[in-house]
């Protein structure tokens, strides 16, 4: 079992910068592949960036590479992602996912957090 606990969302202006942090619970962290997807009003969740249970391997949709890092810290049971030039096609409510497998969620969501990009 693992819980998440999002933060970091807010209001930003178009090519602004916001950092968005997933807090976990629980011992198996460290062995779970971690991501963020996103769900803007009206459309479905999408999958953002994934990064590996040694933090050795990131990928990301096309959509927001080269623009957004993700990135984690095993001694602080925490992911991150850091979101760069932002757009306001970027809004959505950002969640944390744990226990990816060949890119499709795991079981464990957090309970979001809002990201409004205005321009």
Same mark, same amino acid.
């Given at each position: 079992? =693992?819980?998440? &606990?999002?933060?970091? @969302? +807010?209001?930003?202006?178009?090519?602004? $910068?916001?950092?968005?942090?997933?807090?976990? #619970?629980?011992?198996?962290?460290?062995?779970?592949?971690?991501?963020?997807?996103?769900?803007?009003?009206?459309?479905?969740?999408?999958? =953002?960036?994934? &990064?590996?249970?040694? @933090? +050795?391997?990131?990928?990301?949709?096309? $959509?927001?590479?080269?623009?957004?890092?993700? #990135?984690?810290?095993?001694?602080?049971?925490?992911?991150?992602?850091?979101?760069?030039?932002?757009?306001?096609?970027?809004?959505?409510?950002?969640?944390?996912?744990?226990?990816?497998?060949?890119?499709?969620?795991?079981?464990?969501?957090?309970?979001?957090?809002?990201?409004?990009?205005?321009?």
């Amino acid at each position: 079992q =693992v819980q998440l &606990v999002e933060s970091g @969302g +807010g209001l930003v202006q178009a090519g602004g $910068s916001l950092r968005l942090s997933c807090a976990a #619970s629980g011992r198996r962290f460290k062995n779970y592949n971690m991501g963020w997807f996103r769900q803007a009003p009206g459309k479905e969740r999408e999958w =953002v960036a994934t &990064v590996s249970w040694s @933090g +050795g391997s990131t990928f990301y949709a096309d $959509s927001v590479k080269g623009r957004f890092t993700i #990135s984690r810290d095993n001694a602080k049971n925490t992911v991150y992602l850091q979101m760069n030039s932002l757009k306001p096609e970027d809004t959505a409510v950002y969640y944390c996912n744990a226990d990816l497998t060949n890119g499709n969620p795991g079981d464990y969501w957090g309970q979001g957090t809002q990201v409004t990009v205005s321009s």
